[in-house]
């Protein structure tokens, strides 16, 4: 008795285990979905840029020369005037003194001597001439021919010396030529021995040094680089996909790679007007107000661009998405437990997730990552994932990748 009893549990048990398993055969496979949700949105575009200032100098040497001396270096502020470099000057020197010492025997010695010339020349003249008269007026016969002939010679010849003293003394007067020459030949030399010391004629920072004590430059060879004080841009290479979501005015957040916790803002005031053919993108200019201290030069800064916001959008992730053209997608979404594939327009779209714009409401349940080989009408279970975990107020569309992948 007690085994047909037995007998008939186990019979039982059996065929409930059976039904059961029957049941959850019916029931189809169990497959992760979404709930879809109101709830904030912001789409982004995020890329990588690099901090540059809008303007730079290279400056360089006019004249050949060794260097004797650097005096700055990559980093340094510099203003205009400031000494940068000096080169070997000796012979600049000696060119500038002869120069000085021509100038200064000019006023001390052949100045005054010319002006003894002529005088002398002058009082020559004067005695001559009285000569010349008095012979000429003397009575006939007193005086040979040959006589009153060389008298006459003497006061034209003193009458040349004279005007030689003349010109001589007034090419060496003060402003007169002479001087001038000597003048302009000091300020030449002076010039460039000048050139010798290379400045700076701007405010800025060293960017880049290319000369060291004891090397040989030559003029229109870079010596330095220097970053012109003045606007701080960053440019960007932005995939030319992205170009619809951007506009002039657009706010950004800047991460420098060297200081991740430090965010600092920025806006385009540039987008370039053709797309670079090799990269297939386009070149973003984004200008930094105020400027951060710890900002260089050519830093590498990751750049967040927000390009639009909801308030309150239905989200769908971008996992649940299939057969994504332009703004039109398919999703698998579960209704009295069967599989339906249903067209859904798409708003703003980000790395995580995207907005639906119509074909879905809160509440539906559409499955994750979806098979293609999966049958319309075939039933599933579904088991929950939690959308909170993308962080839906932080949507990113970078720029060197699709949200979704494209047919």
Do not use: C
Request: glycine content about 6%.
């Amino acid at each position: 008795m007690r085994a047909a009893r037995y007998k008939i549990l186990l019979l039982i048990g059996l065929i409930l285990v059976v039904g059961y398993a029957v049941w959850r055969w019916w029931q189809g496979p169990v497959l992760a979905s979404y709930e879809l949700q109101n709830m904030p949105l912001v789409q982004n575009v995020v890329a990588t840029g690099r901090v540059t200032t809008v303007s730079r100098a290279q400056v360089g040497s006019e004249v050949s020369g060794v260097v004797l001396e650097r005096r700055v270096q990559e980093g340094d502020q510099v203003q205009p005037g400031d000494v940068l470099v000096l080169l070997k000057s000796d012979e600049l020197v000696a060119q500038v003194r002869q120069a000085e010492l021509a100038l200064a025997e000019l006023a001390s010695s052949r100045r005054p001597q010319a002006a003894a010339e002529l005088a002398s020349a002058k009082a020559q003249l004067e005695q001559a001439s009285r000569e010349a008269n008095r012979r000429r007026n003397a009575e006939a016969g007193i005086l040979s021919a040959e006589e009153i002939e060389q008298a006459l010679e003497a006061e034209r010849v003193a009458r040349n010396n004279f005007e030689t003293a003349r010109l001589k003394a007034a090419a060496l007067a003060r402003g007169q030529v002479e001087e001038a020459t000597l003048a302009e030949q000091l300020a030449v030399a002076q010039a460039q021995l000048a050139k010798t010391r290379i400045h700076s004629t701007v405010t800025g920072t060293v960017l880049t040094r290319d000369v060291e004590p004891g090397d040989l430059v030559q003029p229109g060879q870079t010596l330095f680089t220097i970053a012109l004080e003045g606007t701080t841009e960053i440019r960007v290479p932005l995939d030319e996909r992205n170009l619809s979501r951007l506009k002039l005015g657009q706010q950004a957040s800047i991460i420098a790679d060297a200081y991740p916790e430090q965010t600092f803002p920025a806006q385009i005031n540039f987008i370039a007007p053709s797309i670079d053919p090799q990269r297939g993108t386009v070149e973003l200019r984004l200008q930094v107000d105020p400027v951060p201290d710890f900002l260089r030069q050519d830093m590498t800064v990751s750049v967040n661009v927000e390009t639009g916001r909801r308030e309150q959008a239905l989200v769908i992730p971008n996992d649940a998405l299939t057969s994504v053209k332009g703004n039109q997608a398919t999703v698998l979404v579960v209704r009295d437990g069967k599989v339906q594939r249903q067209q859904v327009s798409l708003g703003l779209r980000g790395l995580d997730r995207a907005e639906v714009t119509s074909g879905l409401k809160a509440g539906d349940q559409v499955l994750a990552n979806p098979e293609a080989t999966l049958e319309e009408g075939k039933r599933v279970r579904v088991k929950n994932q939690n959308m909170l975990t993308k962080n839906p107020a932080e949507q990113e569309n970078r720029s060197n990748e699709l949200p979704v992948k494209l047919d």
